[in-house]
């Protein structure tokens, strides 16, 4: 992949104004495509947080509901679902959620 990196590199200064334009068009486009995706990145609304997966640390992640007043997750890269309160020492609690905690 560096490689071809560095070929891309070497051969920009022969490609022509019109061939430049389309590079840099094609380059913003893909630059603006990834502003969007990291501006969908979902928080906890009580911790202002960015919320990530515990399982595999991708930000990339839909709410999916919530059970017993608790907010459920599911993370788009490894598939698997988790709670806000996943990995943290309220995962197992049967005590109900106190304002602060989590």
Not at 32 to 40: F, I, R, V
Request: glycine share 8%; hydrophobic share 25%; with cysteine.
């Amino acid at each position: 992949m560096a490689d071809l990196f560095k070929k891309l590199l070497s051969s920009v200064d022969s490609l022509t104004e019109e061939q430049v334009n389309t590079l840099l068009s094609t380059l913003n486009e893909k630059k603006a495509g990834q502003e969007q995706e990291t501006s969908k990145l979902v928080r906890n609304l009580e911790t202002g947080r960015i919320v990530a997966c515990p399982h595999c640390g991708s930000a990339t992640i839909v709410k999916t509901g919530k059970k017993d007043g608790r907010q459920r997750y599911k993370c788009k890269d490894c598939y698997k679902s988790f709670g806000d309160t996943t990995g943290t020492l309220h995962q197992h609690s049967k005590l109900t959620k106190i304002s602060g905690w989590v």
